[in-house]
Structures are given as C-alpha cells and as structure tokens.
C-alpha cells in the first residue's frame, strides 16, 4: 500500500487548509484511512480517520467541529478540511491507513492499530 499526502502549507490562525491523501495498493475494499500528526516535542496523536466508504469516522477532541474527513471511495483518497485552524494545529501531519474487513473497528477505536505510513506534510499556523 501506498499513500501519497498533499496539501499542507503555511495560514493564518482562523484560516483553512485541506490535506489529501491519496493511496494505491489495497488490494479489497475493506481499509481505512486517517490521519496523525506529530507537533515538535510532542508524541504523535491520531486526529481523524474513515473507514473506506465513510461509513465510520473518527476524530480527536481538539479538532471536533473544526475538520471534517471525507472519502471519495472510487478515487481512493481521503480528504481532510481543515477550518478555525489554530497554532496549535501546527505539526507534520502523517497520512496513514489500516487494510482489512475489521478496519472499523480500528477507526472506532481511535485510528489505532493503523500501520501504513506515508510521507508527512507539514501544516503552519502563524498566530
């Protein structure tokens, strides 16, 4: 599996940004896709995620009401759009994905167990 992320950059707080990860490889239609992100000094955390055809969804606390994930299932990509955007959303954002019929579970659980990475993109927010 191959994930392929864009679409980071620098905004200003209060501003919009949308990522898009766009993956290759699975080889059903059973997975999922999400995203984590690793701030300077801090532990990667896991801020959204969405089973293949969007049917489950996750997402941190620090961004509910704030990004939304969606899926185009025939393009197999992911999109994250990012609003109210604020310095504390700054880091390399990671995109990452979880194949197999369980794979909502993995999403309800938190984006855990997911274990296909891709290059990371990095989001600024200027206060």
């Known amino acids: 599996v191959q994930l392929q992320a864009s679409g980071g950059g620098l905004v200003q707080a209060e501003g919009s940004l949308r990522l898009s990860c766009a993956a290759s490889?699975?080889?059903?239609?059973?997975?999922?896709i999400g995203w984590f992100r690793q701030a300077p000094g801090k532990e990667r955390e896991g801020v959204s995620c969405?089973?293949?055809?969007?049917?489950?969804?996750y997402y941190t606390d620090s961004v509910k009401g704030r990004f939304t994930i969606s899926t185009d299932f025939a393009k197999r990509t992911v999109y994250l759009q990012m609003n109210s955007l604020e310095p504390e959303d700054t880091a390399v954002y990671y995109c990452?994905?979880?194949?197999?019929?369980?794979?909502?579970?993995?999403?309800?659980?938190?984006?855990?167990?997911?274990?296909?990475w891709g290059k990371g993109t990095q989001v600024t927010v200027s206060s």
């Open positions: 990452t994905a979880v194949a197999g019929r369980f794979s909502k579970i993995y999403v309800l659980g938190g984006c855990n167990g997911f274990d296909y």
């Open positions: 490889g699975f080889t059903s239609d059973y997975y999922a």
């Open positions: 969405i089973t293949s055809r969007g049917g489950s969804t």
